[in-house]
């Protein structure tokens, strides 16, 4: 366990615990803010791994842009503010759903983390310009498709 | 120098949680949330793998860009297809039964 090890694993403890909040909340609007922080904490993962192009696009794109739609969306269907328990749903869906959920991580995580879980990656600096001549020499059909 | 079964567990909580999202909410734009929390789960995936694997098409860092560009769209046609919703049937309940 390396400092940077500890430090990662701060950030990602708080990607998770807002994400799970985000879907667990009874107040809708609170949802679409708890999915804010997951956003920004995950472009702060990204900067770790050395992607500080997808980090910028993420916290342009998603927190910029599809959180505001969002937040739109809730207005404009004149969702109800403050904690709503009539809305929420019966208990047998949200055990169904946290059954399913906990299993889809139990399966994620027994397929990666034996394979791929004791790697060790080196922080090293984004390659943007590597990158960009990627995207626009390689990439370039779907990127211009897209 | 950090492990890799850090950004791992962290894809596959995120994707534990969008999958009970998607389940588990009436609201539709709820439901919504749920998926964008499983992409941004394949976004780090992509990311931490491509961050392990040095290749020269930089793969790891170019398919989340498009990714991200993918979702925003998706995003903004799913959200218009439940206003439509909304102004035909007055509510955005998915357990309520269709008209």
Redesign the interface.
């Known amino acids: 366990?390396?400092s940077?090890?500890i430090l990662?694993?701060a950030v990602?403890l708080i990607?998770?615990a807002s994400?799970?909040l985000?879907?667990?909340t009874q107040q809708?609007v609170h949802?679409?803010l708890w999915?804010v922080v997951?956003?920004g904490t995950?472009a702060g993962?990204?900067l770790?791994?050395?992607?500080e192009?997808?980090a910028l696009?993420?916290l342009l794109?998603?927190v910029g842009?599809?959180v505001v739609?969002?937040l739109?969306?809730?207005m404009?269907?004149?969702?109800p503010l403050g904690r709503s328990p009539e809305?929420?749903?019966?208990p047998i869906?949200?055990i169904?759903?946290?059954l399913?959920?906990?299993g889809?991580?139990?399966m994620?995580?027994a397929v990666?983390?034996p394979a791929?879980?004791?790697?060790?990656?080196?922080?090293?600096a984004g390659?943007t310009k590597?990158?960009a001549a990627?995207?626009f020499g390689?990439?370039v059909w779907?990127?211009e498709l897209? | 120098m950090i492990h890799l079964w850090l950004p791992l567990m962290l894809v596959c909580v995120l994707v534990g949680a969008g999958a009970y999202g998607v389940i588990a909410r009436r609201n539709a734009v709820l439901v919504l949330i749920g998926v964008e929390l499983i992409l941004n789960a394949a976004n780090l995936l992509f990311v931490s793998m491509g961050s392990v694997l040095d290749e020269k098409l930089h793969t790891g860092q170019v398919l989340p860009l498009f990714l991200i560009t993918i979702a925003a769209a998706e995003m903004g046609v799913a959200l218009a297809v439940i206003l439509a919703l909304f102004r035909d049937r007055g509510h955005i309940d998915l357990s309520e039964p269709g008209s």
């Open positions: 366990m390396t940077l090890d990662f694993g990602g990607a998770a994400a799970v985000a879907v667990t809708l949802a679409a999915l997951t956003l995950l993962c990204y770790f791994l050395g992607a192009l997808v696009v993420q794109v998603y842009a599809v739609l969002v739109f969306a809730l404009l269907t004149r969702a809305h929420s749903s019966s869906q949200r169904a759903g946290a399913i959920g906990a889809t991580t139990a994620l995580a990666l983390l791929l879980g004791g790697k060790l990656l080196s922080i090293r390659d590597g990158i990627q995207l390689s990439w779907p990127f897209l």
